[in-house]
């Protein structure tokens, strides 16, 4: 037979299984289709598991880890054609391009040297060092903490073995800051008094609620900044990776994406969440929906716990899904609904979204302790904290005011230890205040209370202002004692109605964030010493676009390990 027969016959089964394959696809978009319309409950207003696997379907994505991988490699070469010299280092600012305050140097020594890094500031507090570890003859040195718009002055110190010390500066120019930070006015700062960690590389981070995450020095100056836009997860994990969530795509209305990160922009691994839910006008309508809605935990097995929407067309912010952190498939389903009372979320009436469906619990956020195997869970619009088994997800103890509850449910409650005790009231940020010294049965939680009771707790003190408080509870006697709080000296003027945190960092401070002050025009960033109730910083956030208010104030270090990047390991 003649090759043109055998082209045309290869080029009819190309196409045979071309249009296949199209057909199977569109099919299975059909069945998903008609899966996700015709949903599947177990109980009334209760989605099955499968169902709720089905609707969310997270999927891992390599196109960011494949481009920054890229751009790993690019370095490598650059760095080897380097030649040997200081004065012949080549800098990089924004290197892995989502980081524009952050930088790279690439620098070859005839000698093997240790590296010290110096970012200078405005003043000494506000000067950056950090030592590398280790002597090698070829640096990549990371540089975090540039000033935006400025010519930035960086030194590196090279030390070799026997002790020889050559110095260099260099210099990186960075772009001006988007606007949409807003303006950042510093009222208070000592910073001798600040929990700003060694070389000063911890900085007062500004979680966006859907815009700009950026953090801040002792003098309120912005010195790294994310041009993702990042809603409300902004976590540092046990490799010194950061979570994120952010868009699958720029153009997205949805936040949609879940991404291992680094500050340098770099992906390790990203988790895109399939957001497409019936509505509840009309459950033959899909719609574009947030997934992962307010937090993200790793838990000890280095999973992630995530706070979503599962797809109910009632339902809101009431469902815990586990993932596999290498797979990201749904390993563990926590439907709330299955724990709480059904009056909760049948009855509920405190609060109205536009899109009709009832946001009845709320949840805000979670903290796991691996010493019991129990979670803790803060709800706001329940305005309840409680605790379960992660295993058997059973009830272990309430911490709210007992209206609207049911008398089954009372035994749960914990019995409050203090003379007059107020009631948390749409709290926020629950965190154990430090979870090595938790005994067992007694633990101490910090968390952010609003003050605003929305279904109990209502008290002549409410709405007059908000706080960060700190209790002990006694698991076994099921009792609760508050031992600190900060805000109502601060009166209305830091009321505020939703968002919030409040977080130990260090030396006996904790670092407020007051993120819907004057009903949601500013922001403000407040650390306190808890033995002296005395502010150390106080930074007030301002003209920011509406609704990029700071959901969460937090202080984290620049460098949680060496500024050296590493370009040898692409992961």
């Not at 020095?217 to 046990?238: C, E, M, T």
């Not at 979570?243 to 770099?266: H, M, Q, V, W």
């Not at 202002?465 to 209790?471: D, F, L, P, R, T």
Request: hydrophobic share 30%; net charge positive.
């Amino acid at each position: 037979m003649s090759k043109k027969f055998w082209r045309i016959t290869g080029l009819v089964i190309v196409a045979l299984v071309l249009v296949g394959g199209a057909t199977a696809y569109h099919e299975r978009h059909n069945i998903r289709r008609y899966l996700l319309v015709n949903q599947h409950y177990t109980k009334k207003d209760i989605l099955s598991t499968n169902q709720i696997k089905l609707n969310i379907r997270p999927a891992l994505s390599t196109k960011n880890t494949t481009a920054t991988n890229k751009l790993t490699s690019g370095y490598q070469k650059q760095l080897k054609a380097l030649p040997t010299g200081v004065s012949h280092a080549k800098t990089i600012v924004n290197p892995y391009k989502t980081s524009p305050l952050s930088g790279l140097i690439l620098v070859k020594t005839a000698k093997a040297t240790r590296v010290e890094l110096t970012v200078h500031g405005n003043t000494k507090a506000t000067t950056i060092h950090q030592r590398i570890k280790g002597y090698r003859t070829n640096h990549s040195v990371g540089v975090l903490g540039l000033y935006a718009n400025r010519n930035n002055r960086v030194t590196l110190k090279f030390t070799t073995k026997s002790g020889q010390v050559t110095k260099h500066n260099y210099r990186l120019q960075t772009t001006k800051a988007p606007k949409g930070i807003g303006k950042n006015t510093l009222k208070t700062s000592h910073p001798k008094k600040m929990a700003l960690g060694k070389g000063n590389t911890k900085l007062t981070f500004a979680v966006s609620s859907q815009g700009y995450t950026y953090g801040m020095d002792a003098r309120g100056k912005v010195r790294w900044y994310s041009n993702l836009p990042i809603s409300h997860v902004f976590k540092q994990l046990a490799n010194n990776h950061l979570l994120i969530l952010t868009k699958i795509s720029a153009s997205d209305a949805k936040s949609n994406a879940l991404r291992e990160t680094d500050f340098y922009g770099r992906v390790y691994r990203q988790y895109n969440m399939n957001g497409l839910f019936p509505t509840k006008q009309n459950k033959h309508k899909l719609a574009d929906n947030t997934v992962i809605h307010h937090d993200a935990i790793e838990l000890p097995n280095h999973n992630f716990l995530l706070t979503v929407d599962d797809g109910s067309q009632d339902f809101v912010e009431d469902t815990m899904i586990e993932i596999d952190r290498q797979t990201g498939k749904i390993k563990k389903v926590i439907d709330l609904k299955r724990i709480l009372p059904k009056s909760a979320y049948n009855n509920y009436n405190g609060t109205h979204r536009s899109d009709g469906k009832t946001d009845w619990f709320h949840q805000n956020s979670m903290v796991y302790d691996k010493k019991t195997n129990e979670l803790i869970v803060s709800g706001r619009n329940q305005d309840m904290i409680f605790a379960i088994n992660y295993k058997t997800k059973k009830l272990k103890w309430i911490l709210a005011a007992p209206e609207k509850l049911p008398k089954s449910y009372r035994k749960y409650l914990l019995t409050p230890k203090n003379k007059n005790f107020r009631y948390n009231g749409g709290q926020h940020a629950v965190m154990f205040l430090d979870p090595n010294k938790n005994q067992g049965n007694k633990l101490k939680l910090q968390f952010y209370d609003n003050n605003v009771p929305v279904t109990r707790g209502k008290t002549k003190q409410s709405k007059q202002w908000s706080a960060g408080e700190i209790v002990t509870i006694n698991q076994l006697n099921r009792t609760v004692k508050k031992t600190w709080e900060f805000g109502q000296s601060l009166g209305k003027r830091n009321f505020t109605n939703i968002v919030g945190s409040s977080y130990a960092v260090g030396k006996g401070n904790t670092l407020i964030g007051f993120g819907y002050a004057d009903s949601g025009k500013r922001s403000e960033f407040v650390e306190v010493n808890r033995k002296t109730n005395k502010v150390v910083f106080d930074v007030d956030r301002t003209n920011f676009p509406h609704g990029d208010w700071s959901y969460r104030g937090q202080r984290m270090t620049l460098y949680p390990q060496s500024a050296q990047l590493k370009l040898s390991q692409i992961k």
